[in-house]
């Protein structure tokens, strides 16, 4: 059995878009995350060193899609799940990526990934 462990409503500014007006303008994505991690440890210890710091994530993830600058939502919900992937110790990353106002009409538009080590 797998644990999980997420983020939920992380709202990032970042440059994404295939259109000349969104490479100018900085909009907001919301993500969701959930990641694959074994509470087992950090349950029984109580102690943060043996726990997922999803505070860390959060902050790495911000840093890394504030300077991005991707064409498609896609490239840049993949590469956030391969820096989960890369820098922290779970074992799988769903994520969705909602692109909020980009489509007329819709609340959100987006991605769902999901990856594995």
């Given at each position: 059995m797998?644990?999980?462990?997420?983020?939920?409503?992380?709202?990032?500014?970042?440059?994404?878009g295939i259109y000349d007006w969104e490479r100018r303008i900085?909009?907001?994505?919301r993500l969701d995350i959930e990641m694959g991690f074994d509470i087992?440890?950090?349950?029984?210890?109580?102690?943060?060193?043996?726990?997922?710091?999803y505070k860390a994530v959060a902050q790495r993830v911000r840093e890394y899609v504030e300077a991005s600058g991707f064409a498609l939502v896609e490239a840049l919900a993949?590469?956030?799940a391969r820096l989960i992937l890369e820098e922290?110790?779970?074992s799988?990353?769903?994520?969705?990526?909602?692109k909020t106002g980009a489509v007329r009409g819709a609340?959100?538009?987006?991605?769902i990934i999901e990856r594995a080590r």
């Amino acid at each position: 059995m797998t644990d999980i462990v997420f983020i939920r409503d992380l709202r990032i500014p970042t440059l994404v878009g295939i259109y000349d007006w969104e490479r100018r303008i900085r909009q907001e994505i919301r993500l969701d995350i959930e990641m694959g991690f074994d509470i087992s440890r950090a349950a029984a210890s109580d102690d943060i060193a043996d726990a997922l710091d999803y505070k860390a994530v959060a902050q790495r993830v911000r840093e890394y899609v504030e300077a991005s600058g991707f064409a498609l939502v896609e490239a840049l919900a993949e590469n956030i799940a391969r820096l989960i992937l890369e820098e922290f110790p779970v074992s799988r990353v769903r994520l969705v990526l909602n692109k909020t106002g980009a489509v007329r009409g819709a609340r959100d538009v987006g991605v769902i990934i999901e990856r594995a080590r």
